[in-house]
């Protein structure tokens, strides 16, 4: 098992910023790739961005590139993401998500472990 907590949350104005962080316990925290996903109120849970399991690898969804990165650090068994120039669209709540597998980063249906959520609301 892996436990996920999500911290880093909050309300913003449209274009600041935002750090979420996830930190886990449980299994080995490296052997995990690890993603973000956000889900706004009445819709899916969609996938924002992932990181592989030594960090070499990140994806973004489109609405995420140059503006978000994800990052990790095995040492802490935490990843992070950094928001920037945050817009009302990116509201949700943010999970974090882990999976043991390599490929299929993009896809929800392939991450074992999640997070209860960060609450993400940009206002205008």
């Known amino acids: 098992q892996v436990q996920l907590v999500e911290s880093g949350g909050g309300l913003v104005q449209a274009g600041g910023a935002l750090r979420l962080s996830c930190t886990a316990s449980?299994?080995?925290?490296?052997?995990?790739?690890l993603g973000w996903f956000r889900q706004a109120l009445g819709k899916e849970r969609d996938f924002v961005a992932a990181?592989?399991?030594?960090?070499?690898?990140?994806y973004y969804a489109d609405s995420a590139k140059g503006r978000f990165t994800i990052s990790r650090d095995n040492a802490k068994n935490t990843v992070y993401l950094q928001m920037n120039s945050l817009e009302p669209d990116d509201t949700g709540v943010y999970y974090c998500?882990?999976?043991?597998?390599?490929?299929?980063?993009?896809?929800?249906?392939?991450?074992?472990?999640w997070g209860q959520g960060t609450q993400v609301t940009v206002s205008n």
């Open positions: 990181i592989t399991r030594s960090g070499s690898g990140t």
């Open positions: 998500a882990a999976q043991s597998s390599l490929y299929g980063y993009r896809e929800k249906d392939r991450y074992n472990y």
């Open positions: 449980g299994r080995t925290f490296s052997n995990y790739a």
